[in-house]
């Protein structure tokens, strides 16, 4: 943009971007004042299956966002998910309006814990769930570590609860397909210290703005991203 004259201070072009600015008093671009970013702002939402993780979707399928204009205060702007709910997968789903944290908490290496509760059927015991804490790597593809146990089982169906940090594309249903089950149905229950608790299905909360920094300050350091040569 300063390249090609769109950023002024006052009245004069600004044409390098190693200007140091005191405030943003004046900065304009097309014509139009630059405002001081947002404050972050964090939502868990009750996403419900059937909706697809987008804000479009190709084959016109309803998207999360059909749901969202009615689940959000009429002042909260756009907002992103942080990562993806397949779509048939359901429960809870982070959204913010900080693209910088939205990156940061889908980052692996972050190792934020998300718990899903999985309706399987088909025979497993909790000692092969217990393996899994090991990792494991299927057609190629490496898994890290999932804490899986037993909730209950009625003949060959069960519940399983399933903690990981990496939340890999369809991880959860690709690791208890690989072990001989048919997942029916899929929650995501929790998302480091956030819970779906008794939150309707379609509904939304804001996270208070001092939970918010108490998590953030948990959070590590993100890393610069490696410069390409």
């Known amino acids: 943009m ?36 947002e404050a972050t702002r964090l939502f868990v939402f009750h996403k419900p299956a059937g909706l697809i993780t987008a804000e479009r979707d190709p084959a016109d399928r309803p998207t999360i966002y059909t749901a969202l204009r009615n689940a959000l205060p009429p002042d909260t702007g756009r907002v992103m998910p942080i990562g993806r709910l397949d779509f048939n997968t359901e429960g809870l789903l982070l959204l913010t309006n900080d693209g910088a944290f939205k990156r940061q908490l889908e980052l692996p290496a972050t190792g934020v814990p998300r718990t899903y509760r999985a309706r399987a059927f088909g025979p497993v015991t909790q000692a092969q769930l217990e393996e899994l804490i090991e990792g494991i790597e299927i057609d190629g593809m490496r898994y890290g570590k999932i804490d899986a146990n037993m909730e209950r089982s009625t003949g060959r169906n069960q519940w399983i609860e399933l903690t990981l940090t990496e939340g890999k594309n369809r991880e959860v249903r690709r690791v208890l397909e690989h072990l001989g089950l048919e997942v029916s149905r899929l929650i995501r229950t929790a998302y480091g210290p956030f819970r779906l608790l008794d939150l309707p299905k379609g509904a939304a909360i804001e996270i208070d703005s001092k939970t918010l920094e108490k998590f953030r300050k948990t959070l590590p350091e993100p890393r610069p991203e490696p410069r390409s040569s």
């Not at 006052?10 to 008093?25: A, F, M, R």
């Open 2 to 37: 300063i390249a090609e004259g769109r950023v002024k201070l006052g009245e004069g072009v600004i044409d390098t971007p190693s200007t140091v600015l005191t405030s943003l008093k004046g900065v304009t671009v097309d014509g139009k004042p630059v405002k001081a970013p």
